[in-house]
């Protein structure tokens, strides 16, 4: 796993993006799109020329499906993840799930980086890695997601020639993954027939994330969850300290009972805790 793990990531470096064919059974991606098949049916049509039109969208997907998880918490893909996000954080944190569905006749959707949500610094520094997973194969006639090699690395460049822009052709089962920094867009439908994916993406532990988990999961929900799969979705401090309830780790709103007067703990890196340590020693007299 380490080997393809290595290659994957350093693929996702020098291009932007990768894909790992056969990273899932394509029997567990149909049992998934057969949980979100009433989803599907049942959601209106997007508004906006971001989301698109002709394009149905919905989130939430660990509530929705049981199936969920084995994208989310798939073990190559968040060691690629970590390899590219944690030299600026000390956890990932799951950004969104989505479903989208272009249907027949939908243009092509706007050229963008995703990581243009958040108004820090650009170019030094990875925001978010995102993961496609098709449902129905990708084509490039049938809105298969566009990508621009390489455009992660010069990224005042807002728009290239379409004609760079490479269409993975993807079976169910694969994982196409690509940076924040990367210039994509959904492939405008040309077929007879809706092209149906799912979008994972994790970003900075310490970033607000797009999709805002913790309420789309709230406690009464991520209590069913796995320890690991609360963590990914907010219920953990970003050290030191961030993102707690009453000055504690938000995983405490998981168990049975709350205690209505909680005492703030710490939660500090090694490193914070060393240089706290040895402030309070040089002043002890
Ligand atoms: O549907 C796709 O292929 C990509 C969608 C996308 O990039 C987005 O909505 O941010
Ligand atoms: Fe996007």
């Known amino acids: 796993m380490s080997v393809a793990v290595d290659i994957a990531a350093g693929d996702l470096s020098r291009d932007g993006l990768c894909v790992l064919r056969g ?9 998934l799109a057969a949980d979100l098949a009433p989803s599907f049916a049942l959601t209106p049509m997007c508004r906006g020329v971001f989301y698109g039109h ?9 509530r ?22 944690l030299p600026w ?3 990932i944190a799951l950004n969104l799930t ?7 006749g939908a243009p092509a959707q706007l050229p963008h980086r995703d990581q243009d949500m958040w108004a820090g610094p650009k170019g030094s520094m990875e925001y978010l890695v995102n993961v496609m997973w098709p449902i129905d194969p990708f084509t490039r006639s049938n809105g ?18 379409e004609d760079d822009a490479v269409v993975p052709g993807l079976a169910p089962g694969d994982a196409l993954l690509f940076l924040g920094s990367t210039l994509h867009g959904g492939g405008g439908n ?20 797009f999709e ?29 300290n961030l993102g707690n309830v009453e000055g504690q780790c938000p995983s405490i709103l998981l168990g049975e009972s709350v205690p209505e007067y909680l005492g703030a703990i710490d939660a500090l890196r090694p490193d914070q805790e060393a240089q706290a340590a040895a402030f309070l020693a040089d002043r002890r007299d």
């Open 64 to 85: 929705r499906s049981s199936h969920a998880e084995a994208l989310v918490r798939h073990p190559p893909v968040l060691a690629i993840v970590e390899r590219m996000l």
């Open 98 to 104: 989505q479903a989208v569905e272009i249907h027949p």
């Open 89 to 91: 954080c000390e956890r």
């Open 190 to 209: 040309l077929s007879g027939a809706p092209r149906r994916g799912v979008i994972v993406s994790y970003c900075l532990g310490w970033l607000k994330p």
């Open 23 to 31: 990273a899932l059974d394509p029997a567990a991606i149909g049992a």
């Open 54 to 62: 002709r394009t149905r969208r919905f989130g939430a997907l660990l």
């Open 144 to 161: 298969g997601t566009r990508l621009w090699p390489g455009s992660h690395v010069d990224q005042d460049v807002a728009e290239l020639p």
């Open 212 to 240: 805002l988990q913790w309420l789309v999961y709230p406690p009464a929900i991520a209590r069913h969850f796995s320890p690991e799969l609360a963590a990914l979705v907010g219920y953990a401090q970003h050290r030191p």
